[in-house]
Structures are given as C-alpha cells and as structure tokens.
C-alpha cells in the first residue's frame, strides 16, 4: 500500500487547489491581482554558495546610506557573508567580518550611537560542551571590530541561539539579551542573559531570575500592550509558546496566562513570529509557523513520490533497529545514504545486500541493484548497518541497525519503488500554524481563517504589503519534502481577518531540488514602491533576492526612512502611524518576524491603495520625541529625524 506524508498530502491539495482556483475561496482567481516575482540575484550581484543556514538575515543599513545591507548566516559552511548596497540597486560582497565559526543567530544595532550599525553574533556550544560567550562587533566606518572582551562580554558564556538589541530600561542606548539553548553540563552562568550598556563602550551583567529560565531558543521583541515597553514572545521548536511583559527594570512578567490563548499544546514547535497589524487597528497581531526541525523529523519520517518512484527516509541515529518492505519488481536504486556523526564516532555506516551480507560502498550517489545481488535476507543481524535484501514477488526488505548512539540522524533514498509498507506510521511532519489578532492586548486565535497550508512543516514567515492595498500579506516559507523543495505560500490579506492563497508567485526557483524552506525577509531593494524579498534556502541550498514585479500602477505608496530622535535615540523600536482618508497603518521598528536572527527595519513600506494624499505620519521614538508630519504626498520616499554625522 502507498502511505503518503502530510507534506505530501498538503503539496497535492495545493496542485488541487491551483487546478480548480475559479471555485477556490482561498485562491487568487484574476490574475492581473496576482503578485509576481522574478529571481535576479545573479544581476545584483548577490551570488552565494549552496550551504546551511540558521533561521534568516539581519536586513540594517549599516552605514546608514540610506540602503538596507545583508548580513547573511550559513551556520557552520562559511563566514558570515557581507553584502553591502553599492545604492544603485546591486551590492557587492564584503571581507570577511568574522571567521567561520559554529554560527546561529546575528542582531544589528548601533550600540554606541555613533551613527551605524554594530554586529551581535551568537555561537553553539559544541552540542553544550563547550558554552562559549557572544560576539560583539563594533562597526569602526566598514571595519568590523571584535571588542568583545574590552566591551566585558567574554566572561559569560552559554549555548548561544538568538542575540537581540533592545533598550530595556529605556534610558536611550540598546542592552542586549541572548537565548541560549538548554543548558547540558553544570554551570554557574544563567541559560539566558542579559547586559545593560553602561554609555561608555562597556556592559554589565544584570540579574533577572525569571528571565534567566525561560525556556526558548527564538525571541520576537514587540509591544504587544502598546505602552512603550518592549514585550517578548519567547518561543521554541520544542517547549511551548511565553509572552513576557517588560517592565524597564531588566525584570520581565510572565503574561502567557493572561495574553495568550490556552490551548492543549501550548503553541510549541513555533520556529518563526511575524507581527503586523492586519486589521489597520493600531496595535500588533501575530503569525505563528510551527513545523519540526531536522533532529525532530528524524525518526521515521518518509517522503514517498509515487510519480518517481523516489522514497525519501529519515530516522534517529540512537541505539534502535528498524525496517521496512519495498514493492518494486525491477531494479532498486539507492542513493543519498548519510548520517550526522555523533561525536564521530561512525565514519560511514555500512550497507550489506542479501542473505549473505555482502557488503558494498555506502552509496552518497547513485547505484543500482538486482533482485539477483540482493538475494534473501540475512537471519541475523547484530552489526550496525543497512541490510538490504530481495525477497521475491516484488518484496524487498529494508532494516537498519545501530548498535550506540552514533548520529543524530540517519538518511537514505531509494529509486524504483511502486509502494511501500511498513510496521510503523510515519511521522507527521507539520504542525498547525497559528494566526493571533491582537484585541486590545488579548491575543484571540482566528486560526480557522487560514488555507490548509498552513498546517505543513512551516519554518518561516515574513510579512509586508506586497500588493500595495494597505493591509500586511504574509510570505510562508515551507521546509518541503525529505529531500525536494516544494513552493512556498504567499497569503494574501482581504482585509477582512481573511487571506487568499497564492501559489503561483514566481519566488521559488529551487523547486525540485534537494534544499528547503527556511527564512527570509521583505524590503523594496531597488525603491520601485514594491517589496521584495530575500530568502535563504536551507540544507544545500541558496540565498536569491526575488524582485516583485507586480503591476501595481494602480495602488500607490509610501516610504519613510525614519532616523534618529531629537534626543539621539537611534530609529529601533520607534512605532509609525500612516493616516490617509481610508485607512490608518501601523508598524514597529525592529524586526517584522523573528526566528534566530534580528534586523532593523527603518525604511517603512506602506501601501496606500488609490490614496495620492496622507493625511499625517506620525513618528514615537522610545525616548517619547515625536514627529508629525502633514499631507505627504504618495509615491516617494521621505526622510524623518536626523542622522549622526
């Protein structure tokens, strides 16, 4: 029999529901509404090497020329890579800023109030081993600096994820807090940290004992309450959803209780929190993806195409046995077998054919066998390994063994199978995303009013009005199948809690290779009026810039670029109000969703819709200063605030 997994099933529903789009309600039917995009990386000059990555970009203008950079991760492959805005629309790459290293998450922000933007970057701990502290990089006019130790960072250390800037107690220069992994050795330094900026280059270490144990690896930094003070949503793969309150005195207050629905999984498995006010109300609403992560989708995952004959395996890497029976009447292919080695303890994990185990090179590419060379099945098996063996009538039988803990996950793929059947089920890859609107500072779940897409392995989200009618759409970026990237989802607000699914987008040009969805972020590069959008493409895959080529001459737009206060505060966390005569809008400052990594997003997109007039734009910085500015004409980008000099 075919057993096919729910990201199978979700990939089909999609393909149903662009077949049948005229009786769709979740499908963009006309399709000069659709909105479109064309890969042009490689004519930017935005030309990176398939590899890792870790949970999105810091998108900041570094050095403040009015151009966002991109500050890209690649996990563990490369240094951080550096591509700086030449302002015409291209960028170039720049030196490495900092070896490579086992990186996670990277936060822009200018801690120093010098006028650019400083470099946090957060490092593994060696599977905890080995808890090692942030790195701080401060920007000295393109150079980048590491004062790590000068700065008083380097004493404390953790299994670092997330670094975030953020001006806790207000007083108009940026702390920083990281989230850190869960601690497996005995240590005397906190799971999370967090430093107060002194004002004179250096931190301090500021106890905050409930802060110190919240359970997360991932935190979005909001004002979910809209009272001025930076609020938390702390989230992870593998515990539960928090909302904390802040309170300006490095304490938070646990909300979750208050804030948050209740429901029976407590919203865990969230990888990535968009915040956008979708329904123009002046406060934050929020987007929860939720899908699985690599160690999590090891253990008995498959990912069967029956078109292609391809069976795709995942499984943990412990001490277990396993197995299943192929249906094919001809050859078995078998490719792509690999592990994650555990403490190197296996360097290649053996394959043996037939009753007689003979043993053949463990088969990275392809290779084909006959029923002839995998004749019968062995009896015993005590040897960790593969054990591959024809069993007649069409029946091949599939077991592997491991004999210690030896990886952290186990791989293999299989070509020329007609069905499969095994004694296990197969795990279910996704989980349901989660769409909260903000009543007030209550969060009330209208979940039931997205696609049946968002119910797959969903790992990323970004959000922005990429159709210009002044109501925030949301980019899904989908983990896909085993080893084939699948098409992301583009959500299309209607203003109305409600939101059409638009597949067909053109921002996917790895489909049908073996990489997957990851994270990305949304900004107009070339400052057309359009946003576009940067996505990072995971396990082997690669960073493209998709450029929105949308005909939206008939929807008008805004930009502001919003600088620094009266006072000198720098623009993070300022919130902006855009009126016009149908529609009032509202963004923060900050990073619009956040998984592991944290940008500044200072150059607000608004759309407009048919408005050539706003009627005001008023600008609040966290030190209180606010600017208001009066009939602003569409189409054009704006300066707000001064920049240090």
């Known amino acids: 029999m075919i057993r096919l997994n729910k990201a199978a099933l979700a990939t089909l529903s999609a393909l149903t529901l662009l077949q049948f789009s005229c009786s769709s309600t979740n499908e963009v039917s006309q399709e000069n509404k659709k909105v479109t995009f064309e890969d042009v990386s490689n004519q930017v000059g935005l030309v990176t090497e398939a590899n890792w990555k870790y949970g999105g970009p810091s998108i900041a203008d570094l050095n403040h020329d009015g151009h966002y950079d991109l500050l890209l991760t690649n996990h563990n492959t490369t240094p951080i890579e550096l591509f700086m805005a030449n302002g015409d629309g291209t960028y170039r790459k720049n030196e490495n800023i900092y070896p490579r290293v086992d990186l996670h998450g990277i936060a822009s922000g200018d801690y120093d109030l010098d006028g650019d933007q400083d470099v946090l970057i957060s490092l593994g701990g060696g599977n905890g081993k080995k808890p090692q502290p942030q790195r701080l990089l401060r920007n000295d006019n393109g150079k980048f600096v ?29 702390d920083f807090m990281q989230i850190n992994a869960e601690k497996m050795i005995s240590e005397e330094v906190p799971r999370n940290i967090l430093f107060e900026n002194l004002g004179n280059g250096k931190f301090v270490y500021r106890s905050s004992p409930e802060f110190e144990e919240i359970d997360a690896e991932r935190v979005l930094i909001t004002d979910l309450n809209n009272d001025g003070v930076s609020d938390l949503i702390a989230f992870n793969a593998y515990s539960k959803t928090t909302v904390w309150q802040g309170n300006k005195d490095f304490h938070y207050t646990d909300v979750t209780q208050k804030v948050l629905p209740q429901t029976a999984d407590g919203y865990h498995g969230v990888l990535t929190v968009a915040q956008a006010d979708i329904d123009n109300d002046g406060d934050l609403d929020y987007y929860f993806a939720r899908g699985k992560l690599y160690y999590t989708i090891a253990n008995n995952a498959i990912s069967f195409n029956p078109q292609t004959g391809r069976l795709d395996l995942r499984d943990e890497g412990n001490k277990s046995q396993d197995g299943f029976t192929l249906h094919a009447h001809g050859d078995l292919t078998l490719t ?191 400052f057309d009026g359009k946003l576009d959008l940067l996505s990072g493409d995971d396990d082997n895959g690669r960073w493209h ?48 969703s956040a998984s592991h990594s944290q940008s500044v997003t200072n150059i607000c997109h608004f759309g407009l819709a048919q408005a050539d007039m706003v009627e005001e734009v008023t600008i609040q910085w966290r030190d209180g200063s606010q600017q208001k500015l009066q009939q602003v004409a569409a189409n054009q980008l704006k300066i707000v605030g001064h920049f240090p000099k």
Request: hydrophobic share 35%; no cysteine; charged share 25%.
């Open 545 to 592: 810039l998709y450029q929105n080529t949308s005909d939206l001459a008939d929807n008008n737009y805004l930009s502001l670029r919003i600088g620094y206060s009266p006072k000198g505060t720098d623009p993070l966390g300022a919130k902006v109000t855009v009126v016009t005569k149908d529609a009032s809008q509202f963004q923060l400052v900050g990073s619009h």
């Open 146 to 174: 590491d004062v790590t130790v000068e700065a008083g960072l380097s004493e404390m250390g953790a299994r670092g994820r997330a670094v975030r800037w953020i001006d806790i107690d207000l007083d108009g220069d940026l």
């Open 336 to 526: 792509d077998f690999s592990h994650f080695p555990r403490a190197r303890r296996m360097e290649y994990m053996p394959v043996y054919l037939g009753k007689t185990k003979q043993q053949i090179t463990t088969p990275a590419e392809a290779i084909s066998i006959s029923q002839q060379q995998a004749q019968g099945f062995p009896e015993e098996i005590n040897e960790t390994g593969w054990y591959i063996g024809y069993v007649g009538n069409g029946n091949w039988r599939v077991e592997w063994k491991l004999t210690d803990d030896l990886a952290w996950d186990i791989r293999a793929s299989f070509i020329g199978v007609e069905s499969y059947d095994a004694e296990w089920k197969p795990q279910e890859l996704g989980l349901p995303d989660a769409l909260l609107r903000n009543d007030g500072g209550k969060l009330v779940d209208i979940s039931s009013n997205l696609p049946s897409i968002a119910q797959d392995n969903n790992w990323g989200v970004v959000t922005g009005d990429f159709n210009n009618d002044t109501f925030a759409d949301f980019f899904l970026y989908r983990f896909g199948e085993l080893k084939e990237r699948v098409a992301d989802a583009l959500l299309i607000n209607q203003g109305n809690n409600q939101f059409n699914l638009q597949m067909q987008h053109g921002a996917d040009t790895e489909i049908g290779m073996d990489s997957h969805g990851d994270m990305g972020a949304a900004f107009d590069y070339n």
